[in-house]
């Protein structure tokens, strides 16, 4: 089978993340969707409060405390600030069926690439050489290390603001810093560990 050589690879991967901000106007983070669709779940399940307060009592309110806090000059353009209290902060795309189509489509994306390289079989560990020979050929213990591994992928993601498409695609591509050290730890603690495997294997 014919694989793209690096650079068209490259090309791919940056078209994707630009193509997805053209489209959606939104970054692409598989974490950030993933929080989304939580958070979505959650909140829906919070019955709403019983106070009903108008758009135009809301910013009123707002423009109070604001004033008492900091006082008239925090205010530096009233009207201005007063239309962007009163605009909504979630955004149409951040709707759950968007999200939903998003996790679709990896999964979907997966599915082909194996697919057309003939080689579709689906198993609860990892296929490499490296994995069973540190863990075993138990279906059993393949998938408790495969979760225990994304928890701490997940509890990763938390703590550094962003998952290995939001740092490593999308922040590095907008000269984040923190992007930049984020990838640069991720990456190179990979490479590390699959040599320092290789050597005591």
Same mark, same amino acid.
């Given at each position: 089978? +014919?694989?793209?050589? @690096?650079? &068209? #690879?490259? $090309? /791919? $991967?940056a078209a994707i993340p630009v193509l997805h901000w053209i489209w959606l106007r939104r970054g692409l983070?598989? #974490?950030?969707?993933?929080? !989304?669709?939580?958070d979505r779940v959650r909140t829906s399940a919070v019955p709403e409060a019983d106070v009903e307060m108008s758009e135009a009592d809301l910013v009123a309110a707002l423009r109070a405390a604001t004033v008492e806090a900091f006082g008239?000059?925090?205010?530096?353009?009233?009207? !201005?600030?007063?239309? %962007?209290? %009163?605009?909504?902060?979630?955004?149409? %795309?951040?709707?759950?069926? /968007? +999200?939903? $189509? @998003? @996790?679709?489509g990896l999964c979907a994306g997966g599915l082909l690439s194996a697919w057309l390289r003939a080689d579709l079989a689906p198993t609860l560990g990892l296929r490499s050489e490296l994995f069973p020979r540190v863990f075993g050929h138990s279906p059993l213990v393949s998938s408790l290390v495969l979760i225990f591994g994304g928890a701490l992928v997940g509890f990763g993601t938390r703590i550094s603001g962003g998952c290995t498409s939001? +740092?490593?695609?999308?922040?590095? #591509? &907008? @000269? &984040?810093? *923190? #992007?930049?050290?984020?990838?640069?730890?991720?990456?190179?603690? *990979?490479?590390?560990?699959s040599f320092a495997l290789r050597a005591l294997l």
């Amino acid at each position: 089978m +014919h694989y793209l050589s @690096f650079w &068209q #690879s490259g $090309l /791919v $991967l940056a078209a994707i993340p630009v193509l997805h901000w053209i489209w959606l106007r939104r970054g692409l983070g598989v #974490s950030g969707r993933y929080t !989304a669709l939580i958070d979505r779940v959650r909140t829906s399940a919070v019955p709403e409060a019983d106070v009903e307060m108008s758009e135009a009592d809301l910013v009123a309110a707002l423009r109070a405390a604001t004033v008492e806090a900091f006082g008239e000059d925090a205010l530096e353009d009233p009207v !201005a600030e007063a239309v %962007a209290l %009163a605009e909504p902060t979630v955004r149409s %795309a951040e709707r759950p069926l /968007v +999200h939903l $189509l @998003f @996790f679709v489509g990896l999964c979907a994306g997966g599915l082909l690439s194996a697919w057309l390289r003939a080689d579709l079989a689906p198993t609860l560990g990892l296929r490499s050489e490296l994995f069973p020979r540190v863990f075993g050929h138990s279906p059993l213990v393949s998938s408790l290390v495969l979760i225990f591994g994304g928890a701490l992928v997940g509890f990763g993601t938390r703590i550094s603001g962003g998952c290995t498409s939001g +740092h490593g695609l999308c922040g590095v #591509s &907008q @000269f &984040q810093k *923190g #992007s930049w050290l984020a990838t640069m730890a991720f990456f190179g603690t *990979g490479v590390a560990t699959s040599f320092a495997l290789r050597a005591l294997l």
